[in-house]
């Protein structure tokens, strides 16, 4: 037994505490000692010290001895046993958190999901009131982006038309003013930007999305609040309470997305994919209900960056100026009824 036995058993003793049942507490312990001995083998590491690669590794080790259903409830053990290592200090942040979402993305395609309208969105935003949370929301909401993809942008990606912006947007959108510009580069523990990367963009091409006015007032006023960074590359969303100036994480963005959502009734434990809205059924919003405002799967592919670039360079020699265009005429409203 490893020294990563120590943790495991305070969190058994803790779900224990809080009403597991005997066969589910037995489960737990067979997974996470399963993972323990994994690491070990393999990594000479301790499940304290694992990162997301080490969680995808043994993600993959499990998909070759179960069916699809068993992988995703242990993937679920291991990442309520990392949501409390986070919480008693014993490690930064949940390496599951990413896994969870690559899974929910590559089980299915279009899975069933709950069916929320543009109103019932507006009536949720309208419950979100913190500057950063706010902004948060909706930048993932109007825009598409993944939750590790937020957590990336540093302020050289946002060109801001307004006073509030300081800063020189990089080379890639000074020219486009009201832009975000979201890398292809950023992959999980490499280098980017000055900075090893807690989070994959995934994107088969970097992606210039445009800003309306809505979400431009959002950024605005959370820039007006934003504390000092603590990073030289400048995130532009960190932290307000705990991580204080810091950079978000993926497993802070699905915290604050959670504590709305659960509030609002949008969200159950073990109520799935198909019940509950994370940062991924945002995504999933922004496509459905910009696909069929526009009626262009092209447009909508290249903002959630599905597109490379050879085939982005058969639509149009003016493929950016379309984009804008189409984007900012049939974006949908989540503050008023336009």
């Known amino acids: 037994m490893t020294d990563g036995s120590e943790p495991i058993e305070y969190f058994l003793e803790d779900i224990e505490h809080h009403g597991r049942n005997e066969r589910t507490a037995a489960a737990y312990r067979r997974v996470l000692f399963e993972f323990d001995e994994f690491l070990d083998e393999r990594f000479g590491k301790a499940p304290a010290e694992a990162s997301y690669r080490d969680c995808m590794a043994f993600t993959h080790e499990l998909r070759s001895e179960y069916a699809e259903s068993t992988v995703a409830s242990y993937a679920s053990y291991l990442n309520r046993f990392y949501s409390y290592l986070v919480r008693v200090g014993r490690h930064d942040e949940n390496p599951m958190e990413l896994v969870l979402e690559e899974m929910s993305e590559s089980i299915e395609s279009n899975p069933s999901r709950r069916d929320v309208s543009l109103e019932e969105m507006r009536n949720f935003v309208a419950t979100v009131r913190h500057p950063l949370h706010r902004a948060v929301i909706l930048t993932m909401l109007k825009t598409g982006i993944r939750s590790g993809e937020l957590c990336n ?41 000055g900075i ?20 431009e007032t959002a950024l605005v006023r959370w820039l007006a609040i934003r504390p000092e960074a603590m990073s030289r590359s400048e995130p532009l969303f960190v932290g307000t309470v705990e991580r204080w100036g810091k950079r978000l994480t993926i497993d802070t963005v699905h915290h604050i997305v959670e504590q709305y959502t659960r509030d609002y009734g949008w969200f159950r434990t073990g109520g799935g994919a198909a019940e509950n809205v994370t940062p991924h059924y945002f995504r999933h919003f922004f496509t459905t209900h910009l696909r069929d405002r526009t009626g262009d799967r092209g447009i909508v592919k ?20 379309r984009v804008r265009e189409t984007y900012l005429d049939r974006i949908y409203s989540l503050t008023d009824h336009r």
């Open 153 to 193: 942008i540093d302020l050289i990606d946002l060109h801001l038309n307004h006073e509030a912006r300081s800063w020189n947007p990089r080379a890639q959108i000074s020219d486009e003013s009201n832009s975000l510009y979201i890398s292809a580069e950023h992959t999980y523990a490499q280098e980017s930007g």
């Open 196 to 215: 090893i990367r807690k989070a994959s963009n995934k994107r088969k091409r970097e992606t210039i999305i445009p800003i309306d006015s809505e979400l």
């Open 302 to 321: 290249y903002l959630r960056g599905d597109v490379a670039s050879d085939i982005i360079d058969t639509y149009t020699h003016n493929w950016g100026d």
